[in-house]
């Protein structure tokens, strides 16, 4: 696979079939930047994104009070808010075929992408490099993708505990119970991954996290960067700018297995997707007619 995935599982089937339902301008954008976009985990329309269920919150501090009483630094307490703060996902519906409830769900976006598991991963590979010193900085280590691709687990935050927790990034992949039918599989980069930098000391708009430095060296003076725990208003406070999304460069050929308009589309509208697709370059044949028009079998014998 060209991302990695670290502790982030692989979906239990193979290969499945991903869909993402969106408007005509942000389907012409995705085919004009030849990218997709990961907005800010924080920026989600749900406020529980990225945050822990009670009994989750609980544990961890009990946790930090079982091992270090008042002494436990604050930047570790408060490293889910980090997380939330600095990572970026794009989210894909999981299902073997269209969904009638998503298209109400989106009723205001005529246009659905087809893709699978396997096209999303790779159309991701082997872009970011070249990308790399343009537009896209997203990588400390050139030689590695930081996304990881993984199906969302689904909760109830006042009952459910979270599991793996122990890997903050894990907060990523949780979402309330109501939101279960998306049935989610998301590409996630972290914000471990970015290299977030002061502003007033680096003219990179971003600032490194160093989740894994001993907590004791993190306000010894010996490094530079900044090391503070980033909820948002030490964001604010620090003068940081964090983005609220990234572009991140695909293949498009190889992500789109075809773009299927949304049920009774207007033959007019059809065409004239048809025909801005192929202005920009790619085959008309990859728009199609929703499978939802097709008409129902009758047991009436044919005329002859």
Wanted: aromatic share 8%; with cysteine.
């Amino acid at each position: 696979m060209p991302h990695i995935q670290e502790n982030f599982p692989e979906p239990d089937e193979d290969n499945p079939e991903l869909w993402r339902y969106m408007s005509l301008a942000k389907f012409l954008s995705i085919l004009h930047e030849d990218a997709l976009y990961f907005p800010r985990l924080a920026d989600l329309p749900d406020k529980f994104e990225g945050t822990l269920s009670e009994p989750t919150a609980e544990a961890l501090r009990n946790e930090v009070r079982r091992c270090s009483g008042n002494d436990f630094p604050d930047a570790l307490i408060t490293l889910p808010e980090a997380v939330r703060q600095t990572s970026y996902v794009n989210c894909w519906h999981r299902n073997s075929g269209e969904s009638m409830a998503m298209w109400n769900q989106y009723s205001k976006h005529p246009i659905a992408i087809k893709s699978t598991y396997t096209r999303l991963s790779e159309s991701l590979g082997s872009v970011i490099e070249e990308k790399r010193e343009a537009r896209y900085p997203i990588l400390n280590d050139p030689s590695e993708t930081p996304i990881r691709i993984s199906p969302v687990n689904y909760a109830d935050y006042s009952t459910d505990p979270m599991e793996r927790i122990e890997d903050v990034s894990q907060v990523t992949l949780y979402k309330r119970q109501p939101f279960r039918y998306e049935n989610e599989i998301r590409a996630v980069i972290l914000g471990e991954s970015l290299e977030l930098i002061d502003v007033d000391k680096s003219p990179s708009p971003t600032l490194h996290i160093g989740f894994e430095d001993d907590p004791d060296d993190l306000d010894n003076g010996e490094n530079s960067q900044v090391r503070t725990p980033l909820t948002k208003s030490a964001i604010e406070d620090l003068n940081l700018r964090v983005e609220k999304g990234l572009y991140v460069a695909i293949d498009v050929e190889t992500l789109i297995e075809s773009v299927v308009l949304k049920p009774d589309t207007p033959m007019f509208v059809f065409e004239a997707v048809q025909a801005v697709v192929r202005e920009m370059g790619f085959s008309e044949d990859m728009v199609r007619r929703s499978s939802i028009e097709r008409d129902p079998v009758t047991t009436d014998y044919p005329e002859t």
